[in-house]
């Protein structure tokens, strides 16, 4: 894996839901890299603290992902700050507002998690196309094991994120050879806060389920987006990448 080299000095990401969590580690690990990052999130989180405290390279840029005016609006900010775009992270999601029964989901809860975690992702697709064929770019969709496996009360999220891994690969097939598309599929990664993690920090039990022996981190899923979105995943496309320490393989029985 690359540790910031000559290619990716200057490139450009725009990645979604970078206020706090997995999108924050991943916009930190691209500007690490020598990338410049757009952190883009809805405008009451506090993602223009965040990308103010990370310096030049990096932008805040008020969007909600359903909605097609802010996307286009906002993709248009990122090429009039930075020029150019080599990168698109479709990491917003939302697992609420629904975790109940399947009788008590309205469809009005139902489309929206749809609208945030599937029709996002197209439209994000849709508006940087034109920006990542020019440089040869690359999409990364964030998935979830959520796609192939069930808790109970989860059909929203569960359908959105399957539906997502169907987006990638046809994405995948429309936009090649100018630009690839891959999904990243966590786990459980602790995506906490630092002061949450050490006030409330997961148990040897939370660990040793792993077949790795521990729980996700932030970094494990940055550091594989950040190599699909270079040059040396260059033959990689249309897939989707599972990192979950392991659990997705582990047969179970109660």
Same mark, same amino acid.
């Given at each position: ?10 490139? %450009? ?33 506090? &993602? ?23 996307? =286009? &609006? ?20 939302? @697992?609420?507002? *629904?975790? &109940?029964? $399947? =009788? ?9 998690? #749809? ?15 034109? *920006? #990542?064929? @020019? ?27 399957? &539906?997502? $891994? ?17 999904? %990243? ?16 920090? #997961? ?6 389920? *792993? ?20 040059? =040396?995943?260059?033959? %990689? ?18």
């Amino acid at each position: 894996m690359s540790a910031g080299g000559v290619e990716e000095q200057g490139r %450009v990401a725009l990645v979604t839901g970078a206020a706090r969590g997995i999108g924050e580690g991943i916009a930190r690990w691209l500007l690490a890299r020598g990338w410049r990052v757009a952190l883009c999130d809805l405008a009451d989180s506090h &993602g223009d603290a965040v990308a103010a405290a990370l310096g030049d390279n990096a932008m805040f840029v008020a969007m909600d992902v359903a909605d097609e005016g802010q996307v =286009e &609006g906002g993709v248009a900010a990122v090429i009039a700050r930075f020029g150019r775009l080599d990168g698109l992270v479709c990491n917003a999601g939302v @697992a609420s507002p *629904h975790n &109940g029964p $399947l =009788e008590e989901l309205s469809l009005a809860q139902w489309n929206q998690v #749809l609208a945030i975690n599937l029709s996002g992702p197209m439209l994000l697709a849709k508006h940087c196309t034109a *920006h #990542l064929r @020019a440089s040869g770019g690359a999409i990364v969709n964030m998935a979830s094991t959520r796609a192939s496996q069930s808790e109970p009360e989860s059909e929203a999220y569960a359908a959105s994120k399957g &539906g997502l $891994l169907a987006l990638t690969h046809a994405l995948a097939i429309s936009l090649g050879p100018d630009i690839r598309v891959n999904a %990243v599929s966590p786990g459980w990664i602790d995506s906490r806060d630092p002061q949450e993690r050490a006030e409330a920090p #997961l148990s040897a039990d939370d660990h040793a389920q *792993h077949p790795v022996g521990r729980a996700g981190q932030v970094d494990d899923v940055a550091a594989l987006v950040a190599w699909l979105l270079s040059g =040396e995943a260059g033959f %990689v496309t249309g897939q989707e990448f599972v990192t979950d320490g392991g659990m997705a393989r582990k047969m179970i029985y109660r």
